[in-house]
T-cell receptor
């Protein structure tokens, strides 16, 4: 079955710097790759997603890239702010048929 | 987007008892899932809730421990049976929303077993 690996497990950056989180997936049939942000005590919230027919997608300070050949995708956050501090999860799915999550990255943005 | 309501939001349960979590969606959805998130961990898929038939369980999860019902396209329940402290987790209902072509989560049910 699908396996998603996520790195790093913890990331600490200075406010204003960029943060990059990387994930790899095993099932080449996966075609949907969402990213979630989870703050303490809250449910995961979708922040951006990308589908397999697209190589890159950007939404303000957040961007995601996908390399289907290498089966990896990355989240890029620019100009980080303290409110970006949270746990981020990548995930892989085959069009809504069971979504498998990475282990998560705890991001600390130091003011 | 899909609005997902979960009940209870939080509960403290005695060892050996069972608890049923309800998930209600404001629109009909094809795919509904149940996830478990143990403290400080990622989300692990328990099962896919199939409308009108038995749920499809992932490796490590069995129907006797986590019976699931899905009587229609907007509602599902997950029961955590014969609970032990190891079952203390957040249980999350999730749906694939055809309208948004993406995945949404309910607020989660925080269970503590004592």
């Amino acid at each position: 079955g699908e396996n998603v690996e996520q790195h790093p497990s913890t990331l600490s950056v200075q406010e204003g710097d960029s943060a990059v989180i990387k994930c790899t997936y095993s099932d080449s049939a996966s075609n949907y790759f969402p990213w979630y942000k989870q703050e303490l005590g809250k449910r995961p919230q979708l922040i951006i997603d990308i589908r397999s027919n697209v190589g890159e997608k950007k939404d303000q300070r957040i961007a995601v890239t996908l390399n289907k050949t290498a089966k990896h995708f990355s989240l890029h956050i620019t100009e980080t702010q303290p409110e970006d501090s949270a746990v981020y999860f990548c995930a892989a799915s085959k069009g809504g048929f069971k979504t498998i999550f990475g282990a998560g990255t705890r991001l600390f943005v130091k003011a | 987007s899909a609005v997902i309501s979960q009940k209870p939001s939080r509960d403290i349960c005695q060892r050996g008892t069972s608890l049923t979590i309800q998930c209600q969606v404001d629109s009909q959805v094809t795919m509904m899932f149940w996830y478990r998130q143990q403290p400080g961990q990622s989300l692990t898929l328990i099962a896919t809730a199939n409308q009108g038939s038995e749920a499809t369980y992932e490796s490590g999860f069995v129907i006797d421990k986590f019976p699931i019902s899905r009587p229609n396209l907007t509602f599902s329940t997950l029961t955590v049976s014969n609970m032990s402290p190891e079952d203390s987790s957040i249980y999350l209902c999730s749906v694939w929303a055809d309208s948004g072509n993406t995945i949404y989560f309910g607020e989660g049910s925080w269970l503590t077993v004592v």
